[in-house]
């Protein structure tokens, strides 16, 4: 699938090539992983606006909640009222929206390469909890500490 028809077609001129002008990213606030992810996404000069919330807050609920999944897997919604939700799409979206990765997303989105590419996010994304305790912080929703933990274990 081209990024043009996973963006869709819009009205305004900056959206002529279905351009959205805003995004924001709906994420698991529960999840380490995607917490720092979050704050990557913060520090990383994008083409248009992006917000994060948690999918947790009352904002997001309010705002976000009609949306298919809501709760389940990460959802971009643009201001238009699109959204894309999980793998890929969704992280399709958001890489597309980072000029630095906008090449790595249109080649992502090839079709041959979709299958691919979605078991790819959806092993992330399956085992985000996990991950998060590996990268140091013990995860509540999981069995895992993080490798601070592991490696004091493995010293005593």
């Not at 699109?82 to 597309?96: E, H, K, T």
Request: charged letters at 20%.
């Amino acid at each position: 699938m081209k990024m043009e028809r996973l963006l869709g077609s819009s009205r305004s001129r900056n959206q002529a090539a279905g351009r959205p002008e805003s995004l924001t990213v709906i994420y698991d606030g529960d999840c380490v992983l995607c917490r720092r992810s979050v704050h990557w996404l913060a520090r990383q000069h994008t083409a248009v606006p992006i917000r994060s919330i948690a999918a947790s807050s009352h904002e997001a609920t309010e705002g976000f909640g009609h949306i298919p999944n809501y709760g389940d897997d990460m959802i971009v919604a643009a201001n238009d009222g699109r959204s894309w939700i999980g793998p890929p799409d969704a992280y399709l979206v958001v890489m597309w929206a980072i000029p630095r990765l906008r090449a790595l997303s249109y080649l992502l989105a090839i079709r041959p390469l979709r299958p691919l590419v979605r078991w790819a996010f959806q092993l992330v994304t399956g085992n985000r909890h996990v991950i998060g305790g590996l990268l140091g912080e013990p995860c509540e929703q999981c069995a895992v500490g993080g490798l601070h933990e592991m490696s004091v274990a493995r010293q005593s």
